[in-house]
């Protein structure tokens, strides 16, 4: 069974700092490309970032371009999404999942950009 188990979500200023990380399991990690995704309250889901399978290529949204970075550790079946100069408007629940399947989603983690 194919499963995400996102963690490392909280409440961070404005300017902050956090570093997401998506545990895979059920299928062979390191043959799939994989993204992030978040929604935010009252909104869509939007596709944030994507990495190929062996992290060779990446792509992000234009309004996280040069802010968020993505990463992988295929040994530890492991997705990261470093986040930095966060701003209000990046609040939101962020999720994994494989880029070319629809997987069912992972409960998420919280992030909230707020004074």
């Known amino acids: 069974q194919v499963q995400f188990v996102e963690s490392g979500g909280g409440l961070v200023q404005p300017g902050g700092s956090l570093r997401l990380s998506c545990v895979a399991s059920?299928?062979?990690?390191?043959?799939?490309?994989m993204s992030w995704y978040r929604q935010a309250p009252g909104k869509e889901r939007e596709l944030v970032a994507t990495i190929t399978s062996v992290g060779s290529s990446t792509v992000y949204i234009g309004s996280v371009k040069g802010r968020f970075a993505i990463s992988r550790d295929n040994a530890k079946s492991t997705l990261y999404l470093q986040m930095n100069s966060l701003k209000p408007e990046d609040t939101a629940v962020y999720y994994c999942?494989?880029?070319?399947?629809?997987?069912?989603w992972g409960q998420g983690t919280q992030v909230t950009v707020s004074w």
């Open positions: 999942r494989r880029t070319t399947r629809i997987d069912s």
């Open positions: 059920g299928f062979y990690f390191s043959t799939y490309a």
